[in-house]
Structure formats: structure tokens, C-alpha cells
């Protein structure tokens, strides 16, 4: 089955700064990357996502990249504000629907 | 309009209880499934429902754990003689497509159990 590799566990950037995430996964089969934010005792809310057969995707200050031939995909935030202090996780299909999510990142903005 | 939604919001069970965790999908959401989410982890899959019928069970760590969405629409989580390690979030999402094809899933607010 699919595995996810998330990093860093924890991420702590000052407010109008960049944050950058980045996942492996090993099936070569998946197709599918969403990523997901959950703030304290809400489920995960998605903010993004791309499929295999695009390379970057990009919605205001989100942006994510996928490297196929290295089975990575990355999470970039700019100019982040307190607000996107959250968990981010990173997630990946296999070959089927069921979603497999990284270890999640804590993402802390500082004033 | 209404997103996934969850009942309870907070469980507590005695050791060897019963519980039963309820999911109310988005309207017309084909596809439902149960994650359960531990402290510090991320969501860990359980299974998946299309419309009524169950089509991947492989997640349920034990037959103590049963499922069902009998009707096509709201699901059930059962957890029999409830066990210490399954303290943890149970979320349920919905989604638009069939299986096999990835989409936006749609997550509930979860149900935190404690077993004591």
C-alpha cells in the first residue's frame, strides 16, 4: 500500500514569511495529492490539492509542486499570516480513494 | 449548506462498553469512509462505503470494530468491548466520486472517544 513521509514535524516562521512542506509517498501508482489543514477540534479542511499529471498548482498565497520521477510533492505557503498557524497534512491515493496522510506538520506564525 | 456532520462530539465508555458513533454525510455523497485519527497522528483509514454497501473493510484494527450504512446515507461506527487503545478522533468523510477515483473528501468534526 501507499506511505506518506511528511516533514518537518514542526515548522515555526514570522508572520510575511514563507513556510514550505514536503511530502514523499512510494506508490507509484497514486494520482492524487491533496493537502489538508486541521485547526484544534475541527476535522481536516482541504486547501489544495493536484493530480499526477500536473506539476504545480497554485490559489492566492498556496502553492503546491509534484515531482513524479522522485515521488515528492511540497506545500508552499507565502506571506503567512497568524491565521495559518494550524496542522498541515499531506496525503496520497494509492490506487484507490481511501486517503493516506503524512505524520502532519505543525505550522506556528509568530508576530 | 450542511457539511459532514457527527454525533456524539465527545464520548467517554468504561472499559468493555459498547459505543455506536454516527455520520451524516453530505447530501447525495456517494462515497463515505472512517478514519480514526490518534493523538499527534495523522488520520489512519478505516473503511469505505459506496452508497450501501461496504467495500473496503482492510483498516478495521479488530472485529470488535463493525460499520454500516444500510441506507446509502448515514453511517454507524460500532465499537464493541471498547479497549483502552481505542481512545482516539474518529472522523468520517464524504465525497462526490466513486471508487478509484480521488476527489475532495469532505470531513466531519469527529468524535473524540475516551476509554477509560
Known amino acids: 500500500g501507499e506511505n506518506v513521509e511528511q516533514h518537518p514535524s514542526t515548522l515555526s516562521v514570522q508572520e510575511g514569511d514563507s513556510a514550505v512542506i514536503k511530502c514523499t509517498y512510494s506508490d507509484s501508482a497514486s494520482n492524487y495529492f491533496p493537502w489538508y489543514k486541521q485547526e484544534l477540534g475541527k476535522g481536516p479542511q482541504l486547501i489544495i490539492d493536484?493530480?499526477?499529471?500536473?506539476g504545480e498548482k497554485k490559489d492566492q498565497r498556496i502553492a503546491v509542486t509534484l515531482n513524479k520521477t522522485a515521488k515528492h510533492f511540497s506545500l508552499h505557503i507565502t506571506e503567512t499570516q497568524p491565521e495559518d498557524s494550524a496542522v498541515y497534512f499531506c496525503?496520497?491515493?494509492?490506487?484507490?480513494?481511501?486517503?493516506?496522510f503524512g505524520t502532519g506538520t505543525r505550522l506556528q506564525v509568530t508576530l | 449548506g450542511a457539511g459532514v456532520s457527527q454525533s456524539p462530539r465527545y464520548k467517554v465508555a468504561k472499559r468493555g462498553q459498547d459505543v455506536a458513533l454516527r455520520c451524516d454525510p453530505i447530501?447525495?455523497?456517494?462515497?463515505l469512509f472512517w478514519y480514526q485519527q490518534a493523538l499527534g497522528q495523522g488520520p489512519e483509514f478505516l473503511t469505505y462505503f459506496q452508497n450501501e454497501a461496504q467495500l473496503d473493510k482492510s483498516g478495521l484494527p479488530s472485529d470488535r470494530f463493525f460499520a454500516e450504512r444500510p441506507e446509502g446515507s448515514v453511517s454507524t461506527l460500532k465499537i464493541q468491548r471498547t479497549q483502552q487503545e481505542d481512545s482516539a478522533v474518529y472522523l468520517c468523510?464524504?465525497?462526490?466520486?466513486?471508487w478509484g477515483f480521488g476527489d475532495e473528501q469532505f470531513f466531519g468534526p469527529g468524535t473524540r472517544l475516551t476509554v477509560l
Open positions: 447530501s447525495g455523497h456517494v462515497s
Open positions: 493536484i493530480r499526477s499529471n500536473v
Open positions: 496525503a496520497g491515493t494509492g490506487t484507490a480513494s481511501k486517503l493516506t
Open positions: 468523510a464524504s465525497s462526490f466520486v466513486t
